[in-house]
């Protein structure tokens, strides 16, 4: 409220401010968001089943896709492994107590998508090009094997480096709103 400055400033008005009120009010708003950043970082460093959930169904597929099989075979195995990871994910998604609105989901998010999908795909690939002159059978369990162990080593250094610093990117943009 202004009181007649044609500066622009805020000349404050004779309403008292009770310090203490002020900072239980600012505490009780606080406090919830902790709570959200603490269940974040707990599930990022949670018991590992969905993890190895997730290996065992992509070492099921890798498996069964570098046997010898039909171009149908091959599409009947993609919708299945696509099938039940969409299930899987379904389903954590519904087990987890908080979720993270989109704003929140920074390039940090981005970039470990990113890097898991090129660090496996890449050991797919290259797993797959090593082990062609080998037989089927044994090549398929040797590529499914590297890389399943490729994305479980992955997953979960990347999962806390990019989950693990959401309280102080939320301290960073409190105090740049409060500079404003």
Known sequence: MLDGNTDGEAVAVGTPVDAEQAWRDLQRIRVPQERVYDEVERSASRKPGATWAMAAVMWGFLTVISLDLPQWGVWLALAGYCAVVIVLARVLHLRSRVQLHHSRCDWRVFAAFVGGAIATGGTVLLA?????????????????????AVFLLFVGPVTRWSTGSLRARAGRRAAEGAGR
């Open 128 to 148: 797959g090009r090593l082990v062609e002159p080998l037989e089927p059978t044994t090549g398929a369990l040797i590529r499914a094997t590297v890389s399943v």
